[in-house]
């Protein structure tokens, strides 16, 4: 892992258009200001670390299931959305 | 033009018949599936309300899933700008959203994760699971034992 110092209000770049910018520190607490283009998610680990956990507990516990399988059609939002 | 038809002997379900145009592209794959891009939606006569997302890159994996709004009728999903953007997604009539559900071993309990939806683009069929990080939504909220719109007989 690529470890770099920095100080408050200095930042660094990953690629072209990822800044993270080193806000504010507090004891053990680091705040991080981060740009980066509008397609890129951005998530803390532990929420996107849960979201593959239940992922793979759907695969592992999934019902029995029976019957003959067909394709199901995919519809829009069934809840209005104004 | 005649689709191209595909037929596939699924772990799970047995033989399936589909065409090429129905199958869904994860370019993303999902988080716990980075590699597995390609998905089969599939309804089974024993579960009408589930849509079982078959992989067909991995045709052991498929995963449960169900409208979120079946179950929830107040839910409100806001989805981020990267969500739009990402799947080209012009319009709120043209994506579907399905939440992935988890069944305990003994099918004692179910939960649905809200926090998580998978979300469609139907023109593309392209699809991601937009993690909807700083919402109020649990990636395991209980599912009631009845879910109301899917059978009026009962």
């Given at each position: 892992?690529?470890?770099?110092?920095?100080?408050?209000?200095?930042?660094?770049?990953?690629?072209?258009?990822?800044?993270?910018?080193?806000?504010?520190?507090?004891?053990?607490?680091?705040?991080?200001?981060?740009?980066?283009?509008?397609?890129?998610?951005?998530?803390?680990?532990?929420?996107y670390?849960?979201?593959?956990?239940?992922?793979?507990?759907?695969?592992g516990?999934?019902?029995?299931?029976?019957?003959?399988?067909?394709?199901?059609?995919?519809?829009?939002?069934?809840?209005p959305?104004? | 033009?005649e689709?191209e038809?595909?037929?596939?002997?699924?772990?799970k379900?047995?033989?399936c018949t589909f065409?090429?145009?129905?199958?869904l592209?994860?370019?993303?794959?999902?988080?716990?599936?980075?590699?597995?891009?390609?998905?089969?939606?599939?309804?089974?006569?024993?579960?009408?309300?589930?849509?079982?997302l078959?992989?067909?890159?991995?045709?052991?994996?498929?995963?449960?899933?169900?409208?979120?709004?079946?179950?929830?009728?107040?839910y409100?999903?806001k989805?981020?700008?990267?969500?739009?953007?990402?799947?080209?997604?012009?319009?709120?009539?043209?994506?579907?959203?399905?939440?992935?559900?988890?069944?305990t071993?003994?099918a004692?309990?179910?939960?649905?994760?809200?926090?998580a939806?998978?979300i469609?683009?139907?023109?593309t069929?392209?699809?991601?699971?937009?993690?909807?990080?700083?919402?109020?939504?649990?990636?395991?909220?209980?599912?009631?034992?009845?879910?109301p719109?899917?059978?009026?007989?009962a």
């Amino acid at each position: 892992m690529l470890v770099l110092s920095r100080k408050i209000n200095q930042s660094i770049m990953i690629g072209d258009d990822i800044r993270i910018v080193i806000v504010a520190v507090d004891r053990d607490q680091v705040k991080l200001g981060i740009e980066a283009p509008r397609t890129v998610p951005v998530h803390r680990s532990e929420v996107y670390e849960e979201i593959r956990r239940t992922n793979q507990e759907a695969l592992g516990a999934a019902p029995v299931a029976t019957g003959k399988p067909e394709r199901a059609t995919l519809k829009p939002r069934t809840k209005p959305n104004r | 033009m005649e689709q191209e038809q595909i037929t596939v002997d699924l772990p799970k379900f047995g033989p399936c018949t589909f065409e090429a145009g129905e199958v869904l592209d994860f370019p993303w794959g999902l988080p716990g599936f980075p590699d597995l891009h390609r998905w089969l939606p599939l309804n089974l006569d024993s579960h009408p309300t589930f849509v079982w997302l078959q992989s067909l890159d991995d045709t052991s994996v498929a995963l449960p899933a169900v409208d979120p709004w079946m179950v929830f009728e107040t839910y409100d999903p806001k989805l981020p700008p990267y969500a739009f953007t990402s799947l080209e997604i012009r319009e709120a009539t043209e994506f579907a959203t399905l939440c992935v559900v988890v069944v305990t071993p003994n099918a004692e309990e179910m939960t649905i994760n809200l926090m998580a939806p998978l979300i469609i683009n139907l023109r593309t069929r392209k699809g991601r699971q937009i993690v909807l990080d700083g919402s109020a939504h649990s990636p395991r909220e209980p599912m009631p034992r009845k879910m109301p719109a899917s059978s009026k007989s009962a």
